[in-house]
């Protein structure tokens, strides 16, 4: 070695301190290059490590052959080994900022260490703030918009108004709306919050912003993930956010109205899609089981949302994924478009709009007139507009929320197979960009990479124009509910029936492995009727999950027996003259004037219902 080395100084001084310069540089390249590669954990691990092994080897293959080559005064072949050694060192540099560049890009997925939360106090147009003036706030301590910053606006402002404390965003809306309060906190989401709200659709140009505050806070829901990785059974939690700006980073609270839950198996390649209508109304887990609506959830935080369905439908949700309304539309355009079968609606009337004979709806940013989106029935190839729009679409159908949907399952298989057929890099970073700019998750990036092999395995069938995927899709049976609430309005609901949601539900079960399916062992088939796809808890009814107490009011005792009977409720009639509060000179002797609870008051907790009759006190 050490005549080696002496001849190798007497070489020229040239192929010397090229020999030392492309020897420094392949080593760093060698460490950036190993550094990377080793974080795509799960991608080709064995190719990976027999990457880094042969540009080892080859590394100490240099050093040494060119001493021999130099120390001999053989030039050529010591040129033509550093000439592939800068070839390599190239390739690491270059696959260094590649691999670099999609990590950020997969970090771009995950959401924000940190939310600004922006809360509004708000007023109704027609309302003279002043000190005399009444602030409503939230009452749980906890609520960073309700009453975490609408105090420290208070503070700052030195308001010294009187405040009055709810429950219920929706409540307090409704106090202020009925003059209980002349001022409320909300979020600046506000209006995309509330104007689905029958009672609300005005809201944005009914009230008018008194003060405004922002806050920096922690965002608790990236500790809801849990340590799955992709290559096991999933669930993910799809949620949709409506907003007119940066609705993935600022807020917690978001419009709740379109909740997928979604299972996947990498085994079978199969998932499930359950679509939640908005409206449906179940126990609310973060108000200690009050019920509301579903969406209503969603204006307090994505945890909220969580436990909600998890409560519902008994399934543990593994992650979540919330996607910007606005971001289908970057995302289709990506595609190229994506094939949807538009279903013929039952009116081409959408909201006083006429949509000539299509389906009409509002532009992404829910603007009609010259902006409106008129999308073909039957078979249709749709660009990003068109997608979103007849994602949204529920005025012109007759089943509403539920035709909703239908199409948002729709919209998102048709953009799963669409992406599936991806064949070139740029098509990839168009549709990663839109992606990364309009989805946030609660997954890790070691948690994405882990499910490289499973979408390796997926385009592999995608190209070879194989099933890629199967999708079972849900519906799920629902029925109306006319809901009294606490502030004397009546709110539009739906209920649900239990073997319809046991039948989605079992289906989830079973495709994460938490339960066998059932065998079936008899098969009919008949040539002249139409195949029918399989939807679980479509048309299972039965039992309903929930009731309201029916309106006995201008109806007389005999009529409210059965009625008594039959749902074992302990009845009492008292008889009320003109002395009491609740007589009323339009009924007639005998009829009941009121009764305890209201009719529409959610029957889970009654066991007694008071009925006030026109007559003589006993």
């Not at 929320?401 to 298989?413: G, K, V």
Request: proline share 1%.
């Amino acid at each position: 070695m050490n005549k080696l080395l002496k001849r190798f100084k007497k070489g020229k001084l040239f192929a010397r301190l090229l020999f030392f310069l492309i020897g420094i540089c392949y080593l760093i390249g060698f460490i950036f290059f190993t550094k990377n590669i080793v974080s795509l954990t799960s991608i080709e691990t064995l190719i990976r490590y027999i990457a880094i092994g042969l540009f080892l080897l080859y590394f100490i293959f240099y050093l040494f052959y060119s001493l021999v080559k130099i120390g001999n005064k053989k030039y050529v072949g010591f040129y033509i080994n550093s000439l592939i050694s800068i070839i390599f060192i190239v390739i690491f540099f270059f696959s260094s900022k590649i691999i670099g560049i999609g990590l950020d890009m997969l970090s771009g997925l995950l959401d924000s260490d940190k939310i600004t939360y922006t809360t509004n106090l708000i007023a109704l147009n027609k309302t003279d703030f002043n000190e005399d003036s009444i602030i409503g706030l939230i009452k749980d301590e906890d609520n960073i918009e309700g009453n975490i910053l609408a105090k420290r606006l208070i503070k700052e402002n030195k308001l010294t108004n009187k405040t009055k404390y709810y429950d219920d965003p929706l409540e307090m809306l409704y106090a202020l709306y009925n003059g209980d309060v002349d001022a409320a906190f909300v979020s600046n989401n506000y209006v995309i919050l509330y104007s689905s709200e029958e009672d609300f659709a005005s809201i944005g140009s009914e009230t008018k912003i008194l003060y405004e505050i922002s806050g920096e806070f922690k965002n608790k829901d990236l500790s809801l993930a849990s340590n799955k990785s992709l290559t096991e059974p999933v669930t993910v939690l799809i949620m949709g956010v409506d907003s007119e700006s940066d609705g993935l980073n600022a807020n917690a609270a978001f419009n709740g109205d379109t909740l997928i839950l979604a299972t996947f198996n990498p085994k079978t390649l199969s998932a499930t899609l359950f679509s939640i209508p908005r409206d449906t109304y179940v126990p609310i887990a973060c108000r200690g089981g009050v019920e509301a609506k579903i969406n209503s959830s969603a204006a307090y935080s994505t945890s909220c949302v969580i436990d909600t369905v998890e409560d519902l439908t008994k399934v543990d949700i593994d992650y979540y994924v919330k996607i910007d309304f606005k971001g289908v539309v970057d995302l289709v355009e990506a595609l190229g478009g994506v094939d949807v079968f538009v279903e013929e609606p039952y009116t081409f009337n959408n909201q006083g709009h006429n949509c000539n004979g299509m389906v009409c709806e509002q532009n992404s940013d829910r603007q009609w007139g010259d902006k409106t989106v008129y999308i073909g029935l039957g078979n249709q190839h749709l660009d990003g507009e068109q997608a979103l729009a007849y994602a949204r679409c529920r005025h012109m159908y007759a089943d509403s929320d539920l035709a909703r949907n239908r199409h948002q399952q729709d919209i998102i298989l048709a953009i799963a197979k669409k992406a599936a057929q991806i064949r070139s890099y740029d098509e990839f970073k168009k549709v990663f960009d839109a992606v990364s700019n309009n989805i946030a998750t609660n997954m890790s990036t070691d948690q994405i990479l882990s499910g490289y092999d499973i979408l390796k395995d997926m385009v592999s069938r995608a190209m070879q124009d194989e099933e890629f995927i199967n999708i079972r899709k849900s519906y799920l049976e629902i029925y109306n509910l006319n809901v009294y609430l606490p502030s004397g309005m009546v709110t539009y609901a739906l209920g649900y029936y239990k073997d319809s949601l046991e039948e989605i539900t079992e289906a989830m079960r079973i495709n994460l492995d938490l339960e066998k399916p059932t065998l079936t062992k008899s098969f009919n088939y008949s040539i002249n009727e139409v195949y029918q796809e399989n939807i679980a808890g479509k048309n299972l009814r039965g039992e309903k999950n929930s009731y309201v107490i029916e309106d006995f009011v201008g109806k007389t005792k005999e009529d409210t027996k059965d009625y008594c009977e039959s749902n074992n409720y302990d009845c009492n009639y008292i008889y009320i003259d003109k002395s009491s509060k609740y007589y009323d000179a339009s009924f007639d002797s005998d009829m009941i004037a009121y009764q305890d609870p209201h009719a529409g008051t959610i029957a889970t907790d009654v066991d007694e219902i008071n009925f006030y009759i026109i007559g003589a006190i006993d």
